[in-house]
């Protein structure tokens, strides 16, 4: 039914035995009708909430009764038994969000028909711009649910009251950090690894023990062994899967036992995955949280890295530590932004996620092999180069004589970007290496640029 004005409206009513016990109504800011397939669509919607509705009702109502479920179930026949009285709300938010795919609104309200005072009451009114406050910390449900389902997809059971939503990876790993360690604290961290980890640890005074990553098999778990006898180690910070720089990925005899190795210092590992959905092998390299039997592995992830950084929409499973890091990141940035979190939730849910993530594998893999092609036809005999299983980057070693730096330096000046070695460690070690990123369509620029770098190293021999 159109109401007409400058907007276009639309309520369809709630039918329960013939009694019209509510209405849905949808709203659009601009003067568009509604087609006959989209009213035939909400009218199926609502019957949905009927029933939704129905069921916590009768629910609800045996409750009160202190009746037994059977009871419940022979009442309500062929309607579910469990008690959805408390889920109402989501399920109602879902169906209004599967009625806004196909019948596209500005908002949407649910009008209900209060016997008592023979009135409509206006139940829910979902205003999809600035959506309600059940998106602030944990974060928005559907998104924490979809995200606990990808776990389910990798074999792990991941409760959803576990997930913080948080603004990318990064904060993620920052709240995490802040929630294990107190200022003076030791925590281990890669060497070469991810720059942000030493620049937390310097903003939160913390003290920072490297350990050294192979650049084939990754993390050296003797090393990591020996600092645990030696330091006061309070929490890690580690890549388990196509590791920043190197691209290495731990064995799954080796997660485990690096898992077992800290439970045993009963020490947190704060478990950096951002690249993990980025895998060229069919499966999901399991992370080292798929071993923890004690909550002490923290796993932060984002859909930076697999749909675009800007949506700064990340997240933590934080094992034992979520109550501190929910409240940490109530009292540091209060939410990650509330639209993103929506249009990512439904995107998870309806858009195809895991269809564009196959897309995006087969070209990072095919990026990757353009990349070793050209390094093996262009650079110097005698680099070395790493060949990861995933994610984004190859970490060259090169003849012990040629500074990465320099290297770096003479790159920009012709306009080509690499990640010198030093960067990546606190003690500036890896002054032969560098970091090359195969994120990119391959085409004739980063050809040259591999052309570029082999004669500037070949300058340097
Ligand atoms: C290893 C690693 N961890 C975390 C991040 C940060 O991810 P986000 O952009 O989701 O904060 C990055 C981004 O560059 C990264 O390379």
Redesign the pocket.
């Known amino acids: 039914m159109d109401l007409g004005g400058a907007r276009t409206n639309i309520l369809v009513p709630l039918l329960k035995e013939q009694t019209v016990i509510g209405f849905f109504g949808l709203y659009r800011q601009e003067v568009c009708p509604f087609s006959e397939k989209q009213i035939a669509l909400l009218e199926s919607f609502a019957a949905q909430a009927v029933i939704a509705m129905e069921n916590a009702r009768l629910y609800a109502e045996a409750q009160e009764r202190t009746l037994q479920l059977e009871v419940v179930t022979r009442v309500t026949q062929e309607v579910s038994t469990r008690d959805v009285s408390h889920e109402l709300p989501g399920i109602l938010r879902t169906i209004i969000h599967q009625i806004r795919r196909v019948v596209p609104c500005d908002y949407a309200a649910l009008a209900l028909y209060n016997e008592e005072d023979d009135s409509f009451l206006f139940e829910t009114v979902y205003d999809f711009a600035v959506r309600d406050w059940a998106d602030l910390p944990p974060g928005n449900e559907q998104l924490r649910r979809q995200i606990s389902l990808r776990y389910v997809g990798m074999g792990l059971s991941q409760p959803m009251e576990e997930i913080v939503v948080t ?5 993620a ?1 920052n709240l995490c950090l802040m929630a294990v360690t107190r200022p003076g604290d030791v925590v281990a961290v890669e060497s070469p690894g ?1 720059y ?1 980890a030493l620049q937390a640890i310097e903003r939160l005074d913390l003290r920072a023990v490297e350990i050294p990553v192979d650049p084939a098999s990754g993390l050296d778990l003797d090393a990591l062994a020996a600092a645990l006898q030696t330091h006061p180690v309070r929490a890690c910070w580690f ?1 388990t899967n196509f590791q ?1 720089p190197t691209g290495a990925t731990l064995s799954i005899e080796k997660k485990k036992a690096l898992v077992e190795l800290l439970a045993k210092h009963d020490v947190p590992l704060i478990e ?1 995955d ?2 993990g959905e980025l895998h060229f092998q069919p499966e999901y390299p399991l992370p080292a949280l798929a071993f923890d039997k004690h909550g002490l592995v923290m796993h932060c992830s ?1 859909f ?2 697999t749909l675009a ?1 800007g949506y ?1 929409i ?1 997240w933590a499973c934080a094992g034992r530590f979520t109550d501190k890091v929910q409240r940490l990141k109530l009292m540091t940035t209060l939410s990650a932004s509330i639209p993103a979190q929506a249009g990512i939730a439904d995107y998870l849910q309806y858009g195809g996620y895991d269809k564009h993530l196959r897309k995006l594998r087969a070209s990072l893999q095919a990026q990757l092999r353009e990349m070793e092609a050209a390094i093996a036809r262009l650079l110097p005999r005698g680099v070395r180069v790493t060949h990861p299983a995933g994610g984004y980057f190859v970490w060259l070693e090169l003849p012990e004589h040629v500074d990465a730096l320099t290297l770096h330096r003479q790159a920009i000046e012709q306009g080509v970007s690499l990640a010198p070695g030093p960067i990546f460690s606190a003690s500036r070690n890896f002054r032969h290496c560098v970091r090359l990123n195969f994120g990119h369509p391959w085409n004739a620029d980063i050809e040259r640029a591999v052309q570029v770098l082999g004669e500037l190293i070949t300058q340097a021999t």
């Open positions: 603004n990318g990876a990064l904060e790993l991810f942000a890549m920043n950096d951002v690249y984002s930076s890295k950084p700064r990340g």
